[in-house]
């Protein structure tokens, strides 16, 4: 079964590499949907892109973003057609499988600290324990102060674990199926031992004593908690998988992957014929529900902004703008993994090596929740692939019945626009570390390009 490994030469092979370093950079500073969204930022007004503010007048080739609450991001370039006559859109989402600090979550029990934490997304729950894991997030100060919390990333910062069983006491723990191996509410960090000193006797020296330093380091009140968004994360950095650097086993393949390809293709989109759009939403591992996910007012809101200053402003626009649009729903697949072949249908299964992976329809239990893309647009999807010899297959996720997943496709879809999912295939999905081919970035990267550009 050939690659396309196979048919680079010198010069591709060093692009792919090269490709691959700056997606690495990405992933290392993006480990939460705030983080994402202050990257893309920085990284889209370094190619020219203003946040949209008393904007009059808009013509072809202007680049424009759209912030909202610092969760989720919507990036124009503004086509030479009237945007009513349709957009192709690139849509990613910017948050990953994690544990989340509870409101009120400090503690001691026998002179340690711990962290009450509440998992967020489908996780194996025992895979994050016994691990080291950063603190990153936001408190906001009733007074309006935000901080920003990186805690564990350097070699010189402190971390903090969630415990596991030692094996010599776990004879009932490993008898129970891998769903209930750790209970949800067993997730508790271990943050601290030392007791404040004090001449008196007090309660909870050692939570004390922890308060104490969060309110030194970071001005921060236990009540501050409760405004707070504070996520933990596997620290380190992303690194070459195999001998050979084919692969790259990071934190948040799922779905940033397909998020920084998504922006790099934008941010090298120069006066399309149809505008081109990059959209990164956030909560899509929870249904793509509130003010930050797919499902939210957001970017429709964002379209009529900019018909409004296009010329005469009506309703009819905006849902011609959104149903003439092209989509690709740019979301993980999953990669077969011959430790594992029973879960797949080998003729349906996406690959290492072979390109972006298209999905007409993802769903359960007979394509429930799936999109299912019309084979037209599919029919067009192949050919403008083909012609620009862009590597690509068209995949499952996994047999039927045998389980299921979904995307942002299905809400995009729903506005009346074409949409079909096209991504990354990924091993390890939603594990602490996943991983993925560099020759698939990097083919993912060259397919949103040539949507973005050819696309009618």
Not at 96 to 109: A, F, G, H, T
Request: aromatic fraction near 8%.
């Amino acid at each position: 079964m050939k690659t396309v490994w196979e048919k680079y030469d010198a010069k591709q092979m060093k692009a792919v590499m090269a490709f691959s370093e700056d997606y690495k950079d990405f992933l290392d500073h993006a480990k939460t949907e705030r983080e994402a969204v202050s990257k893309s930022i920085e990284l889209a007004e370094k190619a020219g892109f203003k946040e949209f503010r008393n904007v009059k007048k808009i013509k072809a080739g202007d680049k424009f973003y759209f912030n909202n609450r610092g969760k989720s991001l919507a990036l124009f370039v503004i086509g030479k057609k009237p945007i009513e006559e349709g957009m192709n859109i690139l849509g990613a989402h910017i948050d990953s499988p994690r544990i989340d600090v509870k409101q009120n979550p400090l503690y001691e029990d026998n002179g340690l600290v711990l962290m009450d934490t509440h998992y967020y997304g489908g996780i194996k729950k025992y895979q994050w324990t016994a691990r080291p894991l950063a603190i990153h997030g936001v408190v906001c100060k009733k007074d309006g102060t935000k901080i920003d919390i990186c805690i564990g990333e350097k070699e010189s910062d402190p971390i903090v674990e969630i415990s596991d069983l030692l094996i010599h006491l776990a004879k009932d723990q490993m008898s129970k199926p891998g769903s209930n191996v750790v209970e949800g509410e067993d997730l508790n960090a271990l943050a601290g031992s030392i007791p404040a000193k004090s001449k008196k006797e007090e309660k909870d020296p050692v939570k004390k004593n922890l308060l104490d330093i969060l309110k030194k380091d970071y001005d921060m009140e236990e009540a501050d908690f409760i405004s707070a968004e504070l996520e933990l994360v596997p620290c380190g950095k992303a690194r070459d998988l195999g001998l050979d650097r084919s692969m790259i086993m990071g934190y948040g393949h799922d779905d940033r992957i397909c998020a920084y390809t998504s922006l790099a293709a934008l941010l090298e989109s120069d006066k399309p014929e149809r505008t081109s759009v990059c959209i990164l939403t956030d909560k899509e591992e929870i249904g793509s529900i509130g003010s930050t996910g797919a499902q939210s007012a957001f970017f429709e809101n964002s379209v009529a902004e900019l018909i409004n200053v296009q010329g005469e402003y009506n309703d009819l626009k905006i849902r011609h703008a959104l149903e003439n649009s092209r989509m690709l729903s740019s979301d993980v697949s999953a990669a077969y993994d011959p430790n594992y072949p029973q879960v797949n249908e080998a003729k349906n299964a996406a690959y290492f090596g072979k390109g972006i992976s298209f999905n007409k329809y993802t769903g359960s239990r007979g394509k429930s929740g799936s999109n299912d893309a019309p084979a037209e647009f599919i029919a067009k999807i192949r050919k403008i692939m083909d012609e620009n010899d862009v590597a690509f297959q068209f995949s499952e996720l996994g047999r039927v019945d045998q389980g299921g997943g979904g995307t942002i496709a299905y809400v995009l879809a729903n506005k009346n626009m074409d949409v079909v999912d096209a991504g990354i295939a990924v091993q390890n999905m939603h594990a602490p570390y996943e991983t993925a081919s560099k020759a698939d970035i990097y083919e993912a990267y060259r397919a949103y390009k040539v949507f973005l550009k050819e696309m009618d």
